[in-house]
T-cell receptor, first 117, second 115 residues
Framework: EAGVTQFPSHSVIEKGQTVTLRCDPI?????LYWYRRVMGKEIKFLLH????????ESGMPNNRFLAERTGGTYSTLKVQPAELEDSGVYFC???????????????FGAGSRLTVL | AQTVTQSQPEMSVQEAETVTLSCTYDTSESNYYLFWYKQPPSRQMILVIRQEAYKQQNATENRFSVNFQKAAKSFSLKISDSQLGDTAMYFCAFMKHEGDYKLSFGAGTTVTVRA
């Protein structure tokens, strides 16, 4: 089975520009998550989709970040306009079910590295 | 809120030797899950091992094992017979037991296996 796919793997943009990151979850996984790791720091939760609905977007840093998941399949994360502090690695993950019968095991992608100059 | 601390930013180990990565966490939950994830350079982050807090037996997956000390809130990872393919960044993570989806991660430990 294909894993979680993210692209681009690396994007270099200038401050003020726009970048769109894409995530293709494992087929059949209703749950999709975005996380971010700023250089040298912990990986932090950004938001959670269940199908096409945003279940929790409490980790989104500000309104320059927009996540969508039209049709409940792939998701995009747009940063507009990008700032220097947005640099980092953006991870996408997906899972089949949440809670109840045990740990919700997330499968992660390789991440999209964003560099804002 | 849960915090996860990995106090070793980098570790180096000779091939075939053993290395132990430390992880401590802080929580008021009584039941939860702990994970170790591994991310090789430029590759997907994969789950190495997981531990359920209510299970006293330490989890083991082939050459990877954990030392779970619930009272001390410690969850170390031991890699035995290290191989070059074990070179990666290792993240310790915490999840509440029921219905949760937010992982709390440590800052990571870079492990380099030397030939």
């Amino acid at each position: 089975e294909a894993g979680v796919t993210q692209f681009p793997s690396h994007s270099v943009i200038e401050k003020g520009q726009t970048v769109t990151l894409r995530c293709d979850p494992i087929s059949g996984h209703d749950n999709l998550y975005w996380y971010r790791r700023v250089m040298g720091k912990e990986i932090k939760f950004l938001l959670h989709f269940v199908k096409e609905s945003k279940q929790d977007e409490s980790g989104m840093p500000n309104n320059r970040f927009l996540a969508e998941r039209t049709g409940g399949t792939y998701s995009t994360l747009k940063v507009q306009p990008a700032e220097l502090e947005d640099s980092g690695v953006y991870f996408c993950a997906s899972s089949l079910v949440t809670g109840r019968s045990g740990a919700n095991v997330l499968t992660f992608g390789a991440g999209s590295r964003l560099t804002v100059l | 809120a849960q915090t996860v601390t990995q106090s070793q930013p980098e570790m180096s180990v000779q091939e075939a030797e053993t290395v132990t990565l430390s992880c401590t966490y802080d929580t008021s939950e009584s039941n939860y899950y702990l994970f170790w994830y591994k991310q090789p350079p430029s590759r997907q982050m994969i789950l190495v091992i997981r531990q359920e807090a209510y299970k006293q037996q330490n989890a083991t997956e082939n050459r990877f094992s954990v030392n779970f000390q619930k009272a001390a809130k410690s969850f170390s990872l031991k890699i035995s017979d290290s191989q070059l393919g074990d070179t990666a960044m290792y993240f310790c993570a915490f999840m509440k037991h029921e219905g949760d989806y937010k992982l709390s991660f440590g800052a990571g430990t870079t492990v380099t296996v030397r030939a």
